[in-house]
C-alpha cells in the first residue's frame, strides 16, 4: 500500500514569515501534485511535479520533487493570509490512481 | 456553468432516508470519481468510472450505490447509511491520457474536484 505522510499536520504562522511543508513516502511516484483546499471548497491543483530533483515556482510557492521521486516540499515565500487552507499532496504510479495524503493545514495571520 | 458541480451542497438524512448526490462537468473528461473526505484522514477514493464504466470500487459498502449515465454525469445514490457516513463527498473529472516520458508511459491523473457536498447522517 503506497502511503504519503504530510508534515506538520497543522501550521500557523504570522503574515510575512516563510514556511516549509513535506510530503514523504518509502514508495517511488512517477509524478506527484499538490493541491490546495479551501473551506467549504474542493482542492485545486497547484502544481504536478514529474522529474526527480525537479523545481518548479508558483509566485511564492516553490515545490520540489526529491530525487528518487519518494519525497516533495513545497515553500512558501512571505505567506499571506489568502494561502490559508489545507495542502494536499498526491502520488501518481502507473495506472492506479492518485494517492493522496492527510495533508498540512495552514492558517496565517494578518 | 464551468467546471464541476455537485448538488445538494449541504444535506442532513436519516438513517432510513434515501437521496442521491449529483455531479456534473462542464470540461469534456473521460473520468469521473467520487471520493470521500472525513476529519484526519486522507481523502478516500471510493469510485472511478472511465468512459462511463466503473473501473474502481474500493470495497465500499453497498449502502453507496453511484452511476454514471454519460460521461458529464455522476451520481452517488444514497441508502440506510450511518452516522459515521457524515462527510465531505467530493467528485472530481480528470482526463486519462498517456504520457511518454523516457520511454515509460503513465497516467497524469490532474483532477478537477467540484465544491463537495456536506452531508450529515442523523
Known amino acids: 500500500t503506497q502511503l504519503l505522510e504530510q508534515s506538520p499536520q497543522f501550521l500557523s504562522i504570522q503574515e510575512g514569515e516563510n514556511l516549509t511543508v513535506y510530503c514523504n513516502s518509502s514508495?517511488?511516484?512517477?509524478?506527484l501534485q499538490w493541491y490546495r483546499q479551501e473551506p467549504g471548497e474542493g482542492p485545486v491543483l497547484l502544481v504536478t511535479?514529474?522529474?526527480?530533483?525537479e523545481v518548479k515556482k508558483l509566485k511564492r510557492l516553490t515545490f520540489q520533487f526529491g530525487d528518487a521521486r519518494k519525497d516533495s516540499s513545497l515553500h512558501i515565500t512571505a505567506a499571506q493570509p489568502g494561502d490559508t487552507g489545507l495542502y494536499l499532496c498526491a502520488g501518481v504510479e502507473g495506472n492506479t490512481p492518485l494517492v493522496f495524503g492527510k495533508g498540512t493545514r495552514l492558517s496565517v495571520i494578518a | 456553468e464551468t467546471g464541476v458541480t455537485q448538488t445538494p451542497r449541504h444535506l442532513v438524512m436519516g438513517m432510513t432516508n434515501k437521496k442521491s448526490l449529483k455531479c456534473e462537468q462542464h470540461?469534456?473528461?473521460?473520468?469521473m470519481y467520487w471520493y470521500k473526505q472525513s476529519a484526519k484522514k486522507p481523502l478516500e477514493l471510493m469510485f472511478v468510472?472511465?468512459?462511463?464504466?466503473?473501473?474502481e470500487n474500493n470495497s465500499v459498502p453497498s449502502r453507496f450505490s453511484p452511476e454514471c449515465p454519460n460521461s458529464s454525469h455522476l451520481f452517488l445514490h444514497l441508502h440506510t447509511l450511518q452516522p459515521e457516513d457524515s462527510a465531505l463527498y467530493l467528485c472530481?473529472?480528470?482526463?486519462?491520457?498517456?504520457?511518454?516520458?523516457?520511454?515509460?508511459?503513465?497516467?497524469?491523473?490532474?483532477?478537477?474536484f467540484g465544491p463537495g457536498t456536506r452531508l450529515t447522517v442523523l
Open positions: 511535479v514529474v522529474t526527480g530533483g
Open positions: 468510472y472511465s468512459l462511463e464504466e466503473r473501473v
Open positions: 470540461l469534456g473528461h473521460n473520468a
Open positions: 472530481a473529472s480528470s482526463q486519462e491520457v498517456m504520457n511518454r516520458y523516457r520511454d515509460r508511459f503513465f497516467h497524469m491523473y490532474e483532477q478537477f
Open positions: 514508495s517511488v511516484f512517477s509524478s
